[in-house]
């Protein structure tokens, strides 16, 4: 008997925490909506997109304006500096409304970065890229930091 | 006196794990994005399931923590204290074994802090008291004390 009422209860609190979970997610400005929760069920692995591109072979695209960057970190720190023409796309704003972007074709390739190498943000934009039906999504491996070692060309301000 | 020593000694194993889950459930709250990708780098289960669990796993050891401190449905509460426990110190001996080099998770997601040896004695250390707990509360305590 003791037995279980005891199950009911484990049971009743595993429920209640997820349902706590899902609600609170959906308000937190830096939570998972349900509606990525279920899209990442829908969707493979990210193994699949987890395109890591080099610097220098990220540097021949720009030489050879072939590919969309995009700056994955805040607004603020992309006004400080970033790569020269790549364009904002801070994280949390995409992942809450992704279609509010003004975004290249879907046949185009995009790079994008964070300021250092693993970041975790970057897979989660891949996937969401590809769920909107993007194919070419890489990320700069080691970072905007490695960019900057490099040498490669920055620029300061815009939006 | 023994059985004093024991009710205390359980109040205080509760205390001490609803305080430590309290700590490990809050930025786990703060950083689910940052959670998620902690749990998919132990490479045990795809995205879908990673971002359930952290959207589910620092409620439970919130709800956990505060029915371990008041006392409420406390059975059910040292049981998955338990489990979650056990569950914790396999995951990390197993990332440990593959040398995963990853960020444990476990009090701050997204943090460089990787899995090794003093971890698994952490996690060792865990699993052996919420056993105590278990085992003070099943065997002495909760006799005295119907749920």
Known sequence: MIHKKLLIRIICIVFFSLFAGIVVNQI??????????????????HQKGWNPISA????????????????IRSQEQYSLDHLKGARSLPFYEFIDHPDAFNLPEKESIIILYDFEQNSTKAPIMIQQFENMGYQQVFFLRNGYVEWLEYGFPIEKGGR | MKEQHLKWAAVFLRFGFGLLLIFSSYSKI?????????????????EGISRLVAVWLPYLELILAILLITGIWINAAVVINYLLMQLFFLLVLQAYI???DINCGCFNPGGDATIGLL????NILFLGLSVVLLIIHFKHYQSKKII
């Open chain 2, 30 to 46: 703060i950083h689910p994005w940052e959670f998620s990708i902690d749990i998919e780098n132990y490479r045990i289960v795809g």
């Open chain 1, 56 to 71: 220098d072979s990220s540097y021949v695209y720009y030489l050879q304006n072939k590919a969309y960057f995009y700056d």
């Open chain 1, 28 to 45: 937190h400005p830096h939570g998972i909506p349900f509606r990525l929760l279920v899209l990442s069920f829908k969707a493979n692995s």
């Open chain 2, 119 to 122: 971890k698994i004695i952490e």
């Open chain 2, 98 to 100: 593959r040398r995963l």
